[in-house]
């Protein structure tokens, strides 16, 4: 043993050696630092975008949000490793987790996990899921736009309201039969919205709580006193979403006259829902006009049942019709034909089409009202993502000529669910809140001419390499003469 | 003084010797050729959008053609560099110049500046030669100013990175072959190390995320500067330099 020490001082004490742990502990010394430096660089990150227009960077509006997040959110994207459109994400949520520490963030494969998977409930790639305070969102592709506005939801305090209008033989919410809603509740309930019954008949106004009432077509008429409950909450700033059925609610139709959205008392006969293998009277979908509930929706929608809902010019409100059918349909008017079962296209008397099937009007809030908010100024503060606000600005009316697209046998049928559940969010102002421009590259397309294109050739593949041959062998040449 | 005298000397040597010019042939062949294709390409997709508007949003010629090239030109650099520094060091070791180089009234610090900064200006040389490509975008439509700059910047501190483990080899071998070797093996690890992020998980995808040389590129390319990204490059140049500095002062007490 004290052989051992001894020679082992003595190495110590050995020049080279003494030398040799000096250099290893000063490089492990300068590692230290440039890890500690790193590791602080990244904690403060200084980012300057210098592209046009910083499309580079997450918008004000995120930026706020992710700066005020207080609790922890975790997003997992699900990406095959070889995803198309992966690098996009990656770069969009490294901005998220730049701008919060309280933001993190990893890509899974779904094929290679499919465990991880299915606890998350993934049936399509790229599908990213932000997880916080107990509770989940999904998001199809990473854009910014849904990101910030799954965030918002996810952050959400209070739950919002979805008033379903009942006593007038609507149909059930708890029913799991073909003309039952149960599949409705499911979705929304997934959506963390809550859902509530409200009977009018025994109230006097709607209740202010509500986010959105729901009036899926009612079977009696409504009476008076709920019309004008109806209307006055509109007048305040209410949404409504209106289903009504062919033949059906006059009350209601002079209700949404008013505000420029016309029913037709007639059935859409469509020739080309044959060919989807449906029915005649289950008109298809699949042209619709430029609003934020359609935005991006390329899916075909199925009516069955449905009458024609217009959007006609009104003072005070501004209306616009969602979608038509094909031109192979028309509006049958004539009731005890269709009662008897036999439609055919009436010159005279039907509506050739297309037709629209339904249609969204945006209403003024009149002055003289005295709702509870409609004095809140809202433009900056929809900004900070308060939902409560922002409702105060505008009424606003959706209308579908059929209740029974959103039934359970119709709901999960092509884009159904999705119109059903856009028109919600929007009614909602979810979609308002946080309407994030998409930020483009400019637009700067080049399509070479031949010369171009030869140029291109000469100039990049060919010219600099010889230029560099032309130099090489001018400087050989002045050597051999100098020397 | 002593630093511009070897930049001097080292410069005067590139230019004698074919590497350089072969590096600067090989390297503008290759990356013209990239550029090519992705203009080409480019053009196609472009047709293809003035028919079907669907196809017509997000095409830009910075995004599209310069930012996929810097990425290919950076893989190029990765091959090429070895080929520049592995001389620096191992041929005088193998000729006995070191020494003598050592002996002058030169601080080893000086030499090896002079050396490193030598080969930081070839490559900007190269980076300056391949200027044609925006220039010629710029004829034809609207490339971005700033984002060309971020990327050659990127490109650039990549380059030193490269050229400072490429010194450290050279001045651990007498061999030249070895040291072009081993820095390439070495460069190549830190590229490819990125690639085992996306396999493992958690803290560790991000550590080998972190490590991965091309990940910190993609600011620079996309024109977003970051000083993590930044301070990336230059602390792994600084500590390669350093332990390039410590290898030449155990040499001399080896001696």
Known sequence: MGGFFRSLRERLSHRRTRYGLNTVMALFLFLAIVVVVEALAIRHNIRVDLTEGRRHSLSDQSIKLLKSLKEEVNAVAFYRTDEPGKAAAQDLLDQYDHFSAKFRYEFVDPDRRPGLARRYGITTYRTVVLEGGGKEQKVQGAEEEKLTNALVKLLRQERRIMYFLTGHGEADLESTEREGLSQVKQALTELDYEIKPLLLLREKEVPKDAAVVIIPGPQTDLLPSELQALEAYVKRGGKLLVLVDPFTQPGLTDLLKKYGLHLGQNVIVDRLSRAFGGDYLLPVVTQYEQHPITKNFNLASFFPLAQTVDAVETPGASVQVLGQTSSDSWAETDKAAFDRGEVSFDQEKDRKGPVPVGAVATIEVTSNVQGPTSKVPTEEKAVNGEPSTVNAKKGGIVAYGTSAFIKNTYLNLSGNRDLFLNSLSWLAEEEELIAIRPRQAKFTPLVLTASQARLALWGTVFFPPLAIIGIGVAVAVRRRRSS | ?255
């Not at chain 2, 991965?212 to 996309?222: N, Y």
């Open chain 2, 1 to 255: 003084m002593g630093t511009l005298a070897v930049f001097k000397k080292e410069m005067r040597l590139y230019f004698a010797s074919p590497v350089a010019f072969v590096v600067f042939i090989i390297f503008l062949i290759i990356s013209g050729y990239f550029f090519y294709s992705l203009l080409l390409y480019f053009s196609l997709i472009s047709m293809q959008a003035s028919m079907n508007p669907a196809f017509a949003t997000g095409l830009n010629v910075t995004d599209g053609i310069l930012r996929p090239l810097f990425a290919n030109m950076s893989v190029i650099l990765l091959f090429m560099m070895p080929l520049l520094t592995m001389r620096l060091f191992a041929e005088e070791r193998k000729q006995g110049t070191l020494e003598l180089l050592l002996t002058y009234p030169l601080r080893d610090g000086e030499v090896l500046l002079g050396k490193f900064l030598a080969a930081t200006a070839l490559v900007a040389l190269l980076l300056f030669a391949t200027g044609i490509y925006p220039l010629l975008l710029a004829l034809w439509s609207e490339p971005e100013v700033y984002p060309i700059l971020t990327g050659y910047l990127g490109l650039l501190l990549l380059g030193m990175t490269f050229i400072s483990l490429g010194l450290l080899f050279s001045s651990l071998t007498e061999n030249q072959i070895v040291a072009a070797a081993l820095a390439f093996g070495a460069l190549l690890l830190f590229w490819i190390i990125g690639w085992a992020a996306t396999l493992a998980e958690g803290d560790w995808a991000l550590l080998f995320r972190h490590l991965s040389l091309p990940e910190h590129l993609s600011s620079f390319t996309r024109g977003v500067l970051e000083t993590k990204d930044m301070l990336y490059y230059l602390g792994l140049t600084g500590f390669f330099l350093f332990a390039t500095l410590k290898s030449l002062e155990v040499r001399r007490w080896k001696g």
